[in-house]
C-alpha cells in the first residue's frame, strides 16, 4: 500500500499540473490588434504664390533740423531787453523782436549822419549855382566853346561825391541803428540761448542757436545693397514711414526721401540718404501728424522699388544651399536650386527656379534626398505587403 501510494503521488501531481497548464492556456488573452501604421513621412505643405512685390528697406537714425543758424549781433552794445520767447524751448515767427541793444549811440551816429548830408548838399548846390555863374560870365566874354574847367564842372563832380559819400553814411548809420533790434530770420525756436540782459555784446557775438520748425530731416544710413532695391529719384510724399515713441507710445510720421548724400563713408561704408518731415512742430493747424520733436530717434521704412514674379518665403523655407524642397503631386520629395534677389531678417525674396505648381515643404524634414516618399495630412493610408508584415512580426512578438 505504501508502495503504490509512493508511485502514484507523482503521477497525480503531474496530472494536475497539465491540467492547470491547460486552464491557462485556454484562458490566455488573445493578443490586441495593433493598427497598422504606415512609416511614410508626414509633412506639411504651401502652394507657390507668384506675386509683384515693393521692396522696402529699414534704416533709423535721429531727427534734425533742416535749418539751424547762430543768432548774431550785427552791431556792438549792451543788451537792452530780451523777449518773452527768447528762452531754451522758445517758439518765435519770422520777424519777432527777440533781443533789443542800448541804441542811444546809434541815435546820434544817425543824426550826425543827416547833418553831413544837409552840409554836402548845401555844398553841392552852392557849386552848383557857381557853375552857372561861371557858364554865364564865358559867354559874356567869350564866343568860342567853354572848358569843362572854366565852368567849374570837375569842382561840381567832387560836391557830388561828398554828396553821395554823405548819403551812404546816413544808410549805414539808419541800418546799424536797425540792427540793434534783433529779429527772428524765420519761424522757429530756440534751441540754446547764450546772453541775457545787461551783458555787452560785439559785433559777431553769438546770442542763440536757432532752428527752423517748418522742415525736419532724418539722415538714414544705407548701405550698397539697400540702394539697389531704392529708385531716389521717383520718390515722393509718404515714401518713408518714420516711427518712434511719444509719451510712452508708438507714433507714426510721414516723411519724403529727398536726396541722398552722395559720398560714401569710409568708416562704415554706408551713405546717407535724407527723409523731410514739413511742419514737425503741428504749427499749422491743417498738420494731421503729432509732433516731431529735433533729437528723437526714429526707425524708418523705406518704400523701394518694385520686383515682378517674385516668390516670397520665410528664411527657415530656403537652405544654406540656396535650394527649396517641394512635394510632387505623386508624394516625392524634390529638390529645387532657386535664384534669390533678395533676403532680409525675415524674408527670402525668390526671382526664379519655382513655378506656380510647385508645393513647398513647410515643416522640417530631415535627411531630404530627391524621390522619398512622403505623405500629407489627410492623405489614406495606403497598406503594402511590407507594411502588413512587419506589424504581424510586431503583434506576434508582443503575444509570446
Given at each position: 500500500?505504501?508502495?503504490?501510494?509512493?508511485?502514484?503521488?507523482?503521477?497525480?501531481?503531474?496530472?494536475?499540473?497539465?491540467?492547470?497548464?491547460?486552464?491557462?492556456?485556454?484562458?490566455?488573452?488573445?493578443?490586441?490588434?495593433?493598427?497598422?501604421?504606415?512609416?511614410?513621412?508626414?509633412?506639411e505643405v504651401q502652394p507657390v504664390a507668384i506675386s509683384d512685390v515693393t521692396y522696402s528697406v529699414r534704416s533709423q537714425?535721429?531727427?534734425?533740423?533742416?535749418?539751424?543758424?547762430?543768432?548774431?549781433?550785427?552791431?556792438s552794445g549792451r543788451i537792452e531787453s530780451v523777449s518773452d520767447i527768447f528762452v531754451n524751448g522758445g517758439m518765435?515767427?519770422?520777424?519777432?523782436?527777440?533781443?533789443?541793444?542800448?541804441?542811444?549811440?546809434k541815435i546820434t551816429d544817425v543824426k550826425l549822419a543827416q547833418a553831413e548830408v544837409l552840409r554836402a548838399q548845401a555844398s553841392y548846390e552852392e557849386e552848383l549855382a557857381r557853375g552857372k555863374v561861371a557858364e554865364k560870365e564865358w559867354r559874356t566874354i567869350n564866343t568860342s566853346t567853354p572848358t569843362a574847367l572854366s565852368?567849374?564842372?570837375?569842382?561840381?563832380?567832387?560836391?557830388?561825391?561828398?554828396?553821395?559819400?554823405?548819403?551812404?553814411?546816413?544808410?549805414?548809420?539808419?541800418?546799424?541803428?536797425a540792427r540793434t533790434v534783433i529779429t527772428a530770420p524765420y519761424d522757429g525756436i530756440v534751441q540754446k540761448k547764450h546772453v541775457d540782459i545787461g551783458q555787452f555784446v560785439g559785433i559777431g557775438t553769438v546770442l542763440a542757436d536757432i532752428a527752423a520748425t517748418s522742415k525736419a530731416e532724418v539722415r538714414l544710413p544705407l548701405t550698397d545693397g539697400d540702394l539697389a532695391y531704392l529708385n531716389l529719384d521717383a520718390t515722393g510724399e509718404g515714401s518713408v514711414v518714420l516711427t518712434g515713441r511719444v509719451?510712452?507710445?508708438?507714433?507714426?510720421?510721414?516723411?519724403?526721401?529727398?536726396?541722398?548724400?552722395?559720398?560714401?563713408?569710409?568708416?562704415?561704408?554706408v551713405i546717407y540718404a535724407?527723409?523731410?518731415?514739413?511742419?514737425?512742430?503741428?504749427?499749422?493747424?491743417?498738420?494731421?501728424?503729432?509732433?516731431?520733436?529735433?533729437?528723437?530717434?526714429?526707425?524708418?521704412?523705406?518704400?523701394?522699388?518694385?520686383?515682378?514674379?517674385?516668390?516670397?518665403?520665410?528664411?527657415?523655407?530656403?537652405?544654406?544651399?540656396?535650394?527649396?524642397?517641394?512635394?510632387?503631386?505623386?508624394?516625392?520629395?524634390?529638390?529645387?536650386?532657386?535664384?534669390?534677389?533678395?533676403?532680409?531678417?525675415?524674408?527670402?525674396?525668390?526671382?526664379?527656379?519655382?513655378?506656380?505648381?510647385?508645393n513647398i515643404a513647410v515643416s522640417a524634414v530631415p535627411n531630404a534626398y530627391d524621390g522619398m516618399k512622403v505623405r500629407l495630412p489627410g492623405d489614406v493610408v495606403e497598406t503594402t505587403p511590407e507594411v502588413k508584415a512587419q506589424a504581424l512580426n510586431e503583434t506576434d512578438e508582443e503575444g509570446e
Open positions: 500500500m505504501k508502495a503504490l501510494r509512493s508511485v502514484g503521488l507523482p503521477f497525480i501531481i503531474v496530472i494536475v499540473a497539465v491540467i492547470v497548464t491547460v486552464i491557462l492556456t485556454l484562458n490566455k488573452p488573445k493578443p490586441e490588434k495593433k493598427p497598422i501604421e504606415d512609416k511614410t513621412f508626414l509633412v537714425g535721429n531727427v534734425l533740423p533742416k535749418i539751424e543758424s547762430a543768432l548774431s549781433a550785427q552791431v518765435f515767427e519770422q520777424g519777432d523782436e527777440l533781443v533789443v541793444l542800448e541804441n542811444a549811440d565852368l567849374r564842372k570837375p569842382q561840381l563832380a567832387r560836391e557830388e561825391a561828398s554828396l553821395q559819400a554823405a548819403q551812404a553814411n546816413l544808410e549805414r548809420a539808419q541800418r546799424n541803428l509719451g510712452g507710445r508708438s507714433e507714426q510720421w510721414l516723411a519724403k526721401l529727398t536726396r541722398d548724400e552722395g559720398v560714401m563713408n569710409m568708416q562704415s561704408r535724407i527723409a523731410e518731415v514739413n511742419d514737425p512742430y503741428r504749427r499749422d493747424a491743417q498738420t494731421q501728424h503729432n509732433m516731431l520733436r529735433f533729437g528723437s530717434f526714429v526707425n524708418a521704412d523705406i518704400t523701394g522699388a518694385t520686383a515682378n514674379n517674385i516668390v516670397v518665403l520665410p528664411r527657415n523655407l530656403v537652405r544654406l544651399d540656396g535650394t527649396v524642397i517641394t512635394v510632387t503631386d505623386d508624394r516625392k520629395i524634390l529638390i529645387k536650386d532657386v535664384e534669390v534677389q533678395r533676403a532680409d531678417d525675415e524674408k527670402i525674396y525668390i526671382s526664379a527656379g519655382l513655378s506656380a505648381d510647385d
